[in-house]
């Protein structure tokens, strides 16, 4: 295997080849640390590259199976790398939330999504590009280079886990830690072609920090594959004692779901998003052709939509309070941060609109009572360019995110667990995508109905033209 199909080799392969000894902890790390120092100047997906941690994690991980002749009890990933987003917590390395002014605040602990990273035998390489705390969908905070897609240079990976989709997309890092809280892990799968897991509320504790904006915010993964999401979530989710939301365990693994046989499952799918209206052509087609895959695939499909009507308005509520509640002075704030800040409400509004937001959620929860799953656009429209809203006002902006990213907030508000996966390209080449919503904790069935997409169709070989040896 040459170096470039090994870096674009996916992570659970990589384990593999670590576990028989055809590579070495090193020999990865080496073989990224070279592609992010000869790609990542044009394209912008990390913050901080921690080679000098990385490698001597790597050189301990080599040293180990070199004496040891057993690898069976080895940890899932042992020696893989990843990186993690700049939202996240990691003892050592800075951390700054998408604020040029913190860039060399260093962090004085892991997050207890770091914690399960290094327990299952990750090492990191790196924090990648976030928008300023996590607050847009595309990744141009002020002070940073913008974070590129690798599709093409001049359109935008998504946000706020810009960084962490780039990377995965271009090969700069073979999974990649991220967060959602209104798409910010979904929308940047679709925008760079690779599978994007949000988790159901519960799933991933954000221990040791609190819950700031009542539950619509997860940790996820980006993966090229579903089985490399399903296997971060078997090693990173379970609870944390005090996590004001848990889970239970499933019965079986989420490995073990991407290989179940699924029996015919009610599908329902929309390319209509009330009170939005119509999505672009190629989202909606992309839709369609998942839907027309999973008929011929035996599964139940008819068209049908919750009500997400008065949604929005207190979504943003919730949504808009994060701002204030990450406790960045104002004068460290960009214009649009700080214009969302001085246009926060006050506690009982705030409160008001949480209730509002749960009634909503009841009834969109109920919708599946008579689904298993369903089937949406990522957003509501292709890929950005970088800069495309640079110059419009606040308002402006805001009106643009929210008509952009209209299929993914509702189910932030109610907790579900949602995948995005790759469905193809627009007229430009750039990546298209379809959500699989699921019921409340029912990650396995929809990494089950992705693995099923993706051996019908698979998408691991399509990769950028960037970065590729000619």
């Given at each position: ?30 073989l990224?640390?070279?592609?992010i ?18 490698l ?72 990648t590009?976030t ?11 002020q ?94 989710s ?6 004001p ?54 599964h ?19 949504w ?25 409400y ?28 369903l ?37 932030n508000?109610?907790?579900q ?21 699921g ?32």
């Amino acid at each position: 295997m040459n170096q470039e199909e090994l870096a674009f080799t996916p992570a659970l392969e990589q384990a593999q080849l670590i576990r028989s000894k055809q590579v070495s902890p090193v020999e990865l790390v080496e073989l990224y640390l070279k592609r992010i120092e000869r790609l990542d100047s044009q394209l912008g997906s990390y913050f901080t590259v921690s080679a000098d941690l990385a490698l001597a994690d790597a050189k301990i991980k080599t040293e180990y199976l070199a004496k040891s002749g057993d690898s069976s009890e080895l940890p899932a990933f042992f020696g893989v790398p990843i990186s993690v987003k700049d939202l996240n917590s990691v003892a050592g390395v800075p951390c700054s939330y998408g604020t040029a002014a913190l860039r060399s605040q260093v962090a004085a602990h892991d997050d207890n999504v770091v914690t399960k990273i290094k327990q299952a035998g990750f090492t990191i390489l790196g924090k990648t590009a976030t928008a300023q705390l996590g607050t847009m969908p595309y990744t141009e905070p002020q002070g940073f280079p913008p974070a590129r897609n690798p599709w093409n240079l001049d359109y935008t990976p998504g946000g706020s886990s810009g960084g962490a989709a780039a990377a995965v997309a271009a090969g700069l890092s073979p999974i990649a830690q991220g967060s959602d809280g209104g798409g910010s892990i979904r929308g940047p799968a679709q925008c760079c072609g690779i599978v994007g897991l949000k988790p159901s509320r519960g799933r991933i504790s954000s221990a040791p920090v609190g819950d700031y904006q009542s539950g619509i915010a997860t940790s996820g993964p980006l993966t090229r594959t579903v089985a490399d999401a399903a296997a971060f979530l078997d090693v990173v989710s379970g609870y944390v004692t005090g996590d004001p939301y848990w889970l239970p365990k499933p019965e079986t693994s989420f490995l073990a779901a991407t290989q179940d046989r699924l029996d015919s499952l009610r599908i329902a799918f929309s390319t209509t998003l009330a009170p939005v209206g119509d999505t672009a052509p190629i989202c909606a087609k992309a839709v369609l052709d998942t839907v027309q895959l999973l008929e011929e695939m035996g599964h139940s499909v008819s068209e049908g939509c919750p009500d997400f009507d008065g949604l929005i308005e207190p979504f943003t509520v919730v949504w808009q309070a994060g701002v204030g509640a990450s406790g960045v002075p104002p004068e460290l704030l960009e214009p649009m941060n700080r214009w969302l800040l001085e246009h926060s409400y006050p506690a009982g509004q705030y409160l008001r609109a949480v209730a509002q937001m749960q009634i909503i959620s009841r009834r969109i929860v109920g919708f599946f009572e008579n689904f298993d799953v369903l089937v949406l656009p990522v957003y509501m429209y292709p890929t950005i360019r970088v800069g495309e809203w640079a110059n419009l006002t606040p308002e402006e902006t805001m009106h643009k995110v929210i008509q952009w990213v209209a299929p993914c907030p509702a189910f932030n508000a109610t907790g579900q667990p949602a995948i995005a996966i790759p469905a193809g390209f627009d007229s430009v080449g750039m990546p298209v995508g379809v959500q699989l919503i699921g019921r409340p904790a029912a990650e396995t069935t929809i990494l089950a109905l992705a693995a099923q997409i993706e051996a019908a169709k698979p998408w691991r070989e399509h990769r950028p033209a960037f970065g590729q040896q000619s």
